[in-house]
């Protein structure tokens, strides 16, 4: 079915999709404005909740850019060298709007307000397969140290003034 020809993004939209997020056992959820998977960009909204994991990770076959911008709360937004060590911090949603990340970096998040909204932009189509290629340093998402590693990432963030 093709997209409708305008899609507002408001309030009430919004608001469903934090319920939405809070909801999901993965504390999270995605607002798709293409219509398919094969769409070429993928353009969403990214709506998590504190809490939800995002094990780092890079796009690089197929290399593919990724930029988003927050719209609603706070995350800090890192990237790493090979070996795991933070190169990058950068709150969005307060030092930055977004970022524009090249393929074959590695990046991650977290989450510091009760929830954010994230406008995203990348090239299609997607496939579980190869859509990421995920740090081997790093756990994976719902293994046991996934939490204590997300809360070191979070705590390694200085608070705002």
């Known amino acids: 079915m093709p997209p409708a020809p305008l899609q507002v993004i408001?309030?009430?939209?919004?608001?469903?999709?934090?319920?939405?997020?809070?909801?999901?056992?993965?504390?999270r959820t995605n607002h798709n404005f293409h219509s398919s998977m094969d769409d070429n960009p993928h353009r969403f909204l990214n709506v998590m909740v504190r809490g939800t994991y995002i094990a780092p990770h890079?796009?690089?076959?197929?290399?593919?850019?990724?930029?988003?911008?927050?719209?609603?709360?706070?995350?800090?937004f890192f990237t790493f060298d090979d070996a795991g060590q933070i190169t990058t911090t950068l709150i969005l949603g307060r030092d930055a709007l977004g970022v524009d990340i090249q393929p074959g970096v590695w990046h991650t998040l977290a989450v510091l307000t009760p929830h954010v909204v994230c406008f995203e932009v990348k090239p299609g189509p997607y496939s579980a397969a190869n859509d990421k290629d995920f740090a081997p340093w790093a756990p994976r998402e719902g293994e046991p140290n996934a939490r204590a590693y997300l809360d070191s990432l979070a705590s390694s963030v200085t608070p705002p003034p």
């Open 10 to 27: 408001d309030s009430a939209l919004v608001a469903s999709l934090i319920e939405r997020a809070r909801q999901s056992p993965r504390l």
């Open 58 to 76: 890079r796009h690089r076959d197929p290399p593919k850019s990724e930029s988003f911008l927050v719209l609603e709360g706070e995350l800090a």
